[in-house]
């Protein structure tokens, strides 16, 4: 961290946990979780990514980690000081090239991986093969993102495909920054790997003044689809926030893991991954005990 530059006002923790039906299976987690690293300069960047695990899309769990690796990268190519922003560049630079970015260095990536480690015939299928020779190598790798860029002055919110970003409010207020993607529907989704996929990104700008997030969650749709319905998947959001001022962020951290396990087998059987950024001023004696 650079000399003189003020602690983060942020906390991170998350967990990702292979889900029940792929423990059965014999299937690997397909989920990528990167916190951010707090004691480096701003941006602080946490990502999820989410591989398809499908038949075609039988390396999806490399795709994901290629996928938040990429976007954290990416990320950090401000194109001014975090610190003493023109927000309006930052705004354009959200809108308009990091979509492209992070979707071109993505395809670079796995195009590097495939040529470190070629595709043997025993890992697809023959359906597999067939889309691949039709040049479909990056269905492969398919995966969703979701990436949220903090600052000291702004948040930068961006996703492709499913999973959810929620805010909480210092009140318990629960509210998703990003539109709704009309194009996901039952188990389909938009994805890294589709023909300009970085037109179906969702990008949204926020300024840090006046009320930021107390908390910020990001979570793979095993998470939300473990619920009846979306009102209970949101008190996920006000919970959690009152565990952290009750407990601590200590308490919460150590026992994240065993729950989302339990959700997984309650629920979806999906992979399960969630990460969280809290902010510190939020109750601060009882955040002080954890990082």
Known sequence: MSAGLVLPPWRALG??????????????????????????????????????????SFRSD????????????VCRRLPCDPESPRLSTIKHWA???????????????VDEDIAAHPIAAEECTQSSLASLESGGHYLAYGATLLVVMVTVTFIIYWQVGDGDILTVADDG?????LPPDEKLFGNE?????????????????????????????????????????EAGFLRVG????????????????????DWLDEISRQGSGDDVTLGMLCRTTTNPARLGQWG
């Open 15 to 56: 967990a990702s946990r292979r889900g029940a039906a792929h423990v059965r299976s014999g299937l690997p987690n397909q989920d990528a979780l990167l916190l951010p690293d707090l004691e480096s300069d701003p941006p602080w960047i946490l990502a999820l990514a989410d591989g398809h695990g499908s038949p075609k």
């Open 62 to 73: 490399r795709g994901a980690l290629l996928a938040v690796n990429t976007a954290a990268a």
């Open 95 to 109: 809108e308009d090239y990091l979509s492209r970015e992070i979707v071109r260095c993505w395809r670079e990536a």
């Open 173 to 177: 207020v629960v509210s998703r920054p």
């Open 189 to 229: 989704t938009t994805s890294l790997c589709a023909d300009r996929s970085w037109q179906e990104a969702r990008t949204a700008f926020q300024v840090l003044a006046g009320a930021p997030p107390a908390l910020i969650l990001v979570a793979s749709d095993g998470y939300a689809n473990s619920y009846r319905d």
């Open 238 to 257: 006000s919970d959690l926030l009152t565990l952290i001022r009750a407990d601590g962020l200590e308490a919460v951290a150590a026992n994240l893991s």
